[in-house]
């Protein structure tokens, strides 16, 4: 009943307030439009709390420690939640910023004509005994056995499985190659010691992509694009990533390479010329080198997260399985392959751990969870009657910028002040943050609009915050 009344009223003061607001458009009453049930706020989400810090280190128990901010930031706000030691459950914001990643990711991998496949996470004992990893992968491979007896493990990653695959297409042709085949799926690896929360976890997700050539030279070209399309990505993410050259480890081939994003609590060091542009996984070097192999310029050592892997294997793994082209001369011949990761739950957590702050996480722009967090005037406050004009601005930004639907989140917890759910936004790392404070009482009214990652804040009416929004990109 209570509510009832508090809306009839909020309808006379909208009635009112549509009334000054209208312009030269067509005019709307906003009491019985269909989408304004379809707010999105943030009282009615499985939302995420704001923990103190002891309340998070409950949270991991005594199985794990905070060991970076990225860790601490994300279990604080409720992105991640822990389930088992290096297993998360990821949460609802995780998962809109995963998904974003993951367009992005498959916008740059179409470019390069790659194409999507989705291969099992449970993969046959047969086919890694058949490339020996079955033996040489030891207890990072997670094993199991089905009620037959046959032994599977959760795959940690697919050169065998795709190139099994490849292997079954009985008449591919050299017109048809190069093939670039990739999935974005849930990788597993027994790790010893999982820590920093999703930068070094058990269960992840992986972009892994595998390319098949018709020659070396082929091969070699497809390599280059697929680094190429690597260094797009992290540019559009805004993260400053070196590629540097690589040791092959368990995965085998010729050539190989990182992409290392520099950080304090990165588990790899490498070496960097600043002169020539060298640089090189320190594994890679000889035993306390401190000259540029290319140069003999002074290398400078530096810690990164690896992001992403590239390796080229050449017919390491064609030949095992026997996957064949036919080439112009009608012959079958062994496809030149390369293989292509990134992880994509560490891109995540990597980004958060080198943009944010102490206290406050920063997200790259495309990767936010929601845009835009319209913050309404407490209740009961002077400025309380503004809080149907931010309803009327969420409205007039759905109308004007349909891109940003499912962008805009509404702070409706109006039993808070305006600066408590202000904290709260700058800790979530909304890219934008609108407030209705004392200035929207104005004719006409004017709203407070903060640019988090510059810092800017700019008083703008409703026609200004749309033109100012209509910038914000959203994959
Ligand atoms: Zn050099």
């Given at each position: 009943m209570k509510g009832l009344l508090s809306r009839c009223r909020a309808l006379s003061v909208l009635a009112i307030c549509s009334h000054q607001l209208s312009g030269s458009g067509p005019h709307r009453f906003?009491?019985?439009?269909?989408?304004?049930?379809k707010r999105l706020v943030l009282s009615r989400m499985f939302q995420p709390q704001n923990l103190r810090e002891d309340q998070v280190l409950s949270l991991e128990g005594t199985s794990g420690d905070l060991t970076c901010k990225s860790q601490r930031l994300m279990l604080q706000v409720g992105l991640i939640h822990p389930a088992s030691p290096g297993c998360y459950h990821l949460l609802p914001y995780t998962v809109r910023a995963m998904e974003k990643l993951e367009r992005v990711i498959d916008q740059e991998m179409r470019a390069i004509g790659g194409q999507k496949v989705n291969m099992p996470s449970?993969?046959?004992?047969e086919l890694w005994r058949a490339t020996n990893r079955w033996d040489l992968m030891g207890k990072e491979l997670l094993r199991l056995r089905d009620r037959h007896g046959k032994e599977y493990c959760l795959g940690p990653t697919h050169e065998e499985a795709v190139t099994a695959l490849v292997a079954s297409q009985k008449t591919v042709s050299y017109k048809q190659l190069p093939f670039l085949l990739y999935q974005v799926t849930r990788k597993f690896r027994d790790e010893p010691r999982p820590r920093f929360g999703l930068l070094r976890g058990r269960e992840f997700y992986m972009k892994d992509m595998y390319s098949f050539d018709s020659s070396p030279e082929a091969a070699q070209h497809t390599y280059g694009l697929v680094c190429e399309a690597y260094g797009s990505l992290f540019r559009r993410l805004g993260l400053r990533c070196i590629r540097v050259r690589a040791d092959v480890g368990s995965i085998g081939g010729t050539a190989s390479h990182e992409f290392q994003l520099p950080?304090?609590?990165?588990e790899d060091r490498f070496a960097v010329c600043s002169g020539c542009g060298f640089s090189a996984?320190?594994?890679?070097?000889?035993?306390?080198?401190?000259?540029?192999?290319?140069?003999r310029g002074p290398l400078t050592e530096a810690r990164g997260i690896e992001v992403g892997h590239t390796f080229y294997l050449g017919t390491k793994y064609s030949s095992i399985f026997n996957a064949q082209f036919i080439d112009a001369q009608g012959k079958p011949c062994l496809a030149e392959m390369g293989c292509y990761g990134l992880g994509v739950t560490r891109i995540l957590a990597a980004a958060i751990e080198v943009l944010s702050t102490e206290d406050c996480i920063r997200w790259p722009g495309l990767l936010a969870p929601y845009q835009v967090c319209l913050i309404p005037p407490k209740k009961?406050?002077?400025?309380?009657?503004a809080a149907e004009l931010m309803d009327h601005l969420y409205d007039f930004i759905m109308e004007a910028l349909p891109q940003l639907r499912g962008e805009v989140l509404l702070?409706?917890?109006?039993?808070?002040?305006i600066g408590n759910r202000l904290k709260d936004a700058n800790k979530f790392g909304y890219p934008f943050v609108i407030i209705a404070g004392k200035r929207a009482l104005e004719d006409p009214a004017h709203f407070e609009v903060w640019s988090q990652n510059t810092g800017e804040v700019v008083f703008l009416t409703r026609e200004g915050v749309t033109e100012f929004l209509s910038q914000v990109q959203v994959v």
């Open positions: 906003y009491h019985c439009d269909p989408e304004r049930g449970l993969s046959p004992g950080a304090d609590i990165g996984n320190t594994e890679t070097l000889r035993w306390l080198q401190t000259d540029c192999p290319a140069c009961g406050s002077k400025e309380e009657v702070d409706d917890r109006t039993h808070r002040t």
